[in-house]
């Protein structure tokens, strides 16, 4: 099976850059995705790492560590419309599904 | 394309009714994906199809379960006999297996069910 590992809440404010950890364990491992859900909201795709590195996509980046089974989200640049919650992703057991963490808040304040 | 579109967005039922909740997956995207959302939680699988074939079910989804994907193209999942445990939102998503992990899934609104 497979188990994520996120901080619950994180707090930041606008213009900082905020960095959303992610431990995971997996029988076989197949890459990390990340996804950004507002409040009431759908889960929309932010990245994915299949290697070892850094990913940069605008103001965000995420990070994998294969062999530490660890990823990040990094945030920079914080704003307003960035306070969502943030979830891992790994590649099930099933093959093609993914197994999503239980996610991380994001409160940006002013 | 107007995106993954789910219908309805509430559903509120008696327990012990049956609910039939609809995804219309993107045009292009030939796998399609269930997910089950309670609040503060991140979406559980739930079952996935590649074209009109259900490939894989979690052993979350109960017998009381079922899902369909006719010709390949929209998706229904009913809920029989529902219970209050089954409150929660439902996802869709779908993909497709030419662009591969990289480019992630698309995410439907949601279906939010409440069982009174």
């Known amino acids: 099976g497979q188990s994520l590992e996120q901080p619950s809440e994180v707090t930041a404010v606008e213009g900082a850059i905020v960095q959303i950890n992610c431990t995971y364990q997996?029988?076989?491992?197949?890459?990390l995705s990340w996804y950004q859900q507002h409040d009431g909201g759908a889960p929309t795709f932010l990245s994915y790492?299949?290697?070892?590195g850094l990913e940069e996509t605008g103001r965000f980046s995420s990070f994998l560590s294969r062999s530490d089974s660890y990823g990040y989200l990094l945030l920079q640049e914080l704003q307003m419309k960035d306070s969502a919650s943030y979830f891992c992703?790994?590649?099930?057991?099933?093959?093609?599904?993914?197994?999503f963490g239980p996610g991380t808040r994001l409160s940006v304040l002013p | 394309d107007t995106g993954v579109s789910q219908d309805p967005r509430h559903k509120i039922t008696k327990r012990g009714q049956n609910v039939t909740f609809r995804c219309d997956p993107i045009?292009?995207?030939?796998?399609l994906y269930w997910y089950r959302q309670t609040l503060g939680q991140g979406p559980e699988f739930l079952t996935y199809?590649?074209?009109?074939?259900?490939?894989?079910k979690s052993r979350l989804l109960s017998d009381r379960f079922s899902a369909e994907r006719p010709k390949g193209s929209f998706s229904t999942l009913e809920i029989q006999r529902t219970e209050q445990g089954d409150s929660a939102m439902y996802l869709c998503?779908?993909?497709?297996?030419?662009?591969?992990?990289?480019?992630?899934?698309?995410f439907g609104s949601g279906t939010r069910l409440t069982v009174v």
């Open positions: 998503a779908s993909s497709s297996s030419e662009g591969g992990p990289s480019y992630g899934y698309t």
């Open positions: 997996t029988s076989g491992f197949y890459g």
């Open positions: 790492n299949g290697l070892d």
């Open positions: 992703a790994v590649r099930g057991d099933y093959g093609q599904n993914f197994v």
């Open positions: 045009s292009e995207h030939n796998r």
């Open positions: 199809f590649q074209n009109e074939a259900q490939l894989e």
